[in-house]
């Protein structure tokens, strides 16, 4: 069954608002991932860098 009346020059037109409400936030969600990505990047820890804190187990460590 297909709908009575499409105009579809009409239904474009009202549209429009949310197709480019969602493309808007599309772009701001790939953004921030970057962001988020890139900030993880900078902020990551060198390899080594706790490894002497690390404790095998079943060793018991003598304070």
Known sequence: MSAP????EKQEKRHR???WGMGILVVLVALGYFFYVTFLAAEGNEPGDE??????????VAE
């Open 5 to 8: 009346k499409t105009n579809i």
């Open 17 to 19: 608002p949310a197709l």
């Open 51 to 60: 490894a002497e804190n690390v404790v095998e187990p079943g060793v018991t």
